[in-house]
């Protein structure tokens, strides 16, 4: 017998993810080279491993802060003070169980049934699930592709926001697209919602990896101290962290208790020993950050190089992020496309659909590995596209 029909109409509208649709099908498949999931190749740094095994070993195994160690808190409020030249009290700064429960806890806290939240469009969907599951309405605004570029019209944005609007969603480099919003459009967004009365939810998880030299042009740049601006982030891409599951928020200091509750009754704060390793990460990890960043550069280059010169590609070289997303002329269904290349190309992909509802021709391939083996998918990829699109 079913139990379906007990469960709540929210949650089963929650759609499944078509990149693990594409990784179930061909996951394991010998001489598959894997693009579709959004992480790098390379495992954590002893360095962060190793202060996590001494706090196992010293017994740091029980109940911790449910806003994050302040040896954590302290170190999270330096890098943002180094890395964006702004005073970072540790008060703003709140440790999570992933950028993704960052996400959850901070689109709990604004919106809920009968709100709505608008978001630039194409976006990893996760964060559209979270929203939906929240019972909130979320509006996208599309970027559009001119043909060499996405742009971002701020009048499009401005026109999606109604009375119900409680914020807005920006993830600047963005994820799949690698749009980057420059200081110009950061300002035009901080505009509007300063006119609406809303929050931004500032998603700059990329930030670092960014191509035309430092890092990616932020709301930190261009913020007041009042405006109601609220950063998630992860320690996943920086520092080779995607399966340890610890990020933070910055957020206002008036929101701590509200925040404390929220990490209290869902995942009662972050495991002490694994806060152990994020610290040495902060603290130890600038030089493989910067070689992170040199390798996927060299990688990006690569890839879109050896797709546009098929010229049969629709791809904007990413100003940020480590992703390429793109549609190859003749193929208007991006999801059957991704089985058919995983299969007969021997690449992994995602598909565009899993991006929003305007991208069905698109796939996105996330470029953050071996030089040589983003050389040779790229090169299976652009045989794929010669030869048996």
């Known amino acids: 017998m079913s ?28 001489g598959l080279i894997p693009l579709w999931a959004g992480e790098g190749d390379l495992p954590t740094p002893s360095f962060i ?63 809920g049934e009968g709100d709505e939240i ?6 990893w969907p996760n964060f559209e699930a979270a929203a939906a599951l929240t019972g909130a309405k ?11 570029d996405w742009r971002f019209e ?18 600047t480099p963005n994820n799949p697209t690698g749009w980057t919003a420059d200081r110009k459009t950061i300002r035009a967004i901080l505009d509007i919602a300063r006119e609406a009365g809303i929050f931004v939810i500032a998603d700059e998880i990329y930030s670092r990896f960014f191509y035309e030299g430092g890092r ?27 399966g340890w599951r610890v990020g933070w928020i910055e957020a206002p200091k008036e929101l701590g208790a509200l925040i404390e509750n929220l990490v209290q009754y869902s995942n009662s704060g972050v495991a002490a020993f694994m806060q152990r390793g994020a610290v040495a990460a902060i603290e130890q990890g600038e030089s493989f950050v910067e070689e992170q960043i040199e390798r996927a550069h060299k990688a990006r280059d690569i890839f879109t190089q050896a797709l546009l010169s098929t010229n049969r590609v629709r791809l904007a070289p990413p100003a940020g992020a480590f992703y390429a997303f793109f549609a190859i002329d003749g193929i208007d269904d991006g999801y059957k496309a991704a089985f058919r290349i995983a299969d007969e190309a021997g690449v992994g992909l995602a598909p565009g659909t899993a ?35």
Not at 218 to 232: K, L, N, P
Not at 374 to 387: D, K, T, Y
Request: with cysteine; proline share 5%.
């Open 138 to 148: 979320t509006v996208p605004v599309e970027l559009r592709f001119d043909g060499t």
């Open 49 to 111: 491993a190793d202060a996590t095994a001494q706090s196992l070993k010293a017994g740091e195994t029980f109940y911790t802060w449910q806003r994050g160690i302040p040896e954590l808190r302290s170190a999270l409020a330096s890098y943002t003070e180094r890395l964006y030249g702004r005073p970072t009290s540790p008060e703003r700064i709140f440790v999570t169980g992933s950028g993704m429960h960052a996400i959850q806890t901070v689109v709990s806290a604004l919106v």
């Open 355 to 389: 991006f929003g509802t305007g991208t069905r021709a698109y796939l996105r391939a996330c470029f953050h590995r071996r030089l040589d083996e983003v050389e040779e998918a790229a090169q299976r990829l652009a045989h794929w596209i010669g030869n048996e699109a």
């Open 3 to 30: 139990h379906l029909h007990r469960l709540r109409a929210g949650a089963l509208a929650v759609p499944e993810s078509g990149i693990v649709a594409v990784i179930n099908h061909a996951r394991g498949r010998d």
């Open 118 to 123: 608008v978001f630039l469009a194409p976006l």
């Open 154 to 171: 701020p009048e499009r944005l401005r026109a999606a926001i109604t009375p119900r609007t409680r914020a807005i969603f920006i993830n």
């Open 216 to 242: 990616a042009p932020s709301f930190h740049d261009e913020m007041r101290d009042d405006d109601a601006v609220i950063f998630v982030n992860s320690f996943s891409k920086n520092w080779a962290m995607t």
